[in-house]
């Protein structure tokens, strides 16, 4: 079992204010690059009053191109604590069965409180394609893709108590105030293992929905589309914008504005679904 915590920042309060008001905690997973989609979504959430803790893995991104950024976890806590969050940092590898129930222990131990909002975006993303993909890639993808996202998922179910919000009379609306998130894609051809896991991903998230609900928790998946976080090369990302009706590639900031509404009360109604936030990619 490889898991560990770093100290955060604490972000700065004013002793004349008054003791200020809880704010819900949101576990996000895969912030391991201060340019990544999960730094995004958690930038926006402790803009939106939500304390983070999030998870990272070092060695993933030393064996990928781009390479370990060095100090990013630290960056990105002192970042989100400027914001108004606690934050806690865990690196944790998610290929370890054990590691789901680790980390929420972590995380509700120092940010003193349940988690309230899971959003998966990790991933282990190598391309290879129906002949060339070996066994060993083939279950690493689905450990980390869809194991450790379905382990994760029941983790949050088994731990959460947030109140349902239906009357006694039972004339009021159910109010759902758990959200699950969880990131996906449609990329399969030349990229089989993590394309196949991330569908076996979607359909963990639906079935919690539906499985979860009587908790009060809803349970999306959402498809970024193209957004080029330092992994496309020149060919591609020219292919992709002309791809796309917008004529530009997704940014983090566009999925983490939507992440950001599903789990806003306002964003309650919505559950269930796959959405699409790729600016008109796939029409």
Request: negative net charge; glycine residues 10%; aromatic residues 6%.
């Amino acid at each position: 079992m490889t898991i560990s915590a770093h100290p955060s920042p604490s972000p700065s309060s004013s002793p004349s204010s008054g003791p200020a008001p809880a704010r819900p905690i949101a576990l996000i997973t895969g912030v391991g690059r201060s340019i990544g989609i999960g730094a995004g979504i958690a930038r926006r959430l402790a803009a939106s009053g939500w304390d983070i803790a999030f998870t990272y893995w070092t060695p993933y991104d030393r064996r990928m191109e781009w390479g370990v950024e060095a100090g990013a976890a630290e960056a990105i806590a002192k970042e989100l604590a400027e914001a108004g969050a606690r934050t806690a940092a865990i690196e944790a590898d998610l290929t370890d069965p054990d590691a789901p129930a680790r980390i929420f222990d972590e995380a509700e131990q120092r940010l003193g409180g349940p988690v309230t909002a899971l959003v998966l975006s990790h991933a282990e993303s190598v391309d290879s394609g129906l002949l060339d993909t070996t066994v060993e890639a083939f279950d690493r993808h689905f450990a980390v893709n869809s194991r450790a996202s379905w382990l994760l998922i029941r983790e949050y179910g088994l731990r959460f108590r947030g109140a349902p919000g239906s009357t006694a009379a039972g004339t009021e609306p159910r109010t759902a105030t758990g959200r699950i998130v969880a990131l996906t894609s449609d990329h399969t051809v030349g990229n089989l293992p993590y394309g196949a896991s991330k569908g076996a991903l979607d359909r963990i998230t639906l079935a919690a929905a539906h499985e979860l609900a009587h908790l009060g928790v809803t349970a999306n998946v959402v498809n970024p589309g193209p957004v080029d976080t330092g992994w496309m090369t020149d060919d591609l990302r020219e292919s992709l914008i002309r791809g796309t009706p917008l004529g530009r590639l997704g940014t983090p900031r566009d999925t983490a504005h939507l992440v950001d509404f599903l789990c806003s009360p306002e964003g309650q109604w919505v559950n269930g679904q796959l959405l699409k936030s790729n600016g008109g990619a796939a029409a």
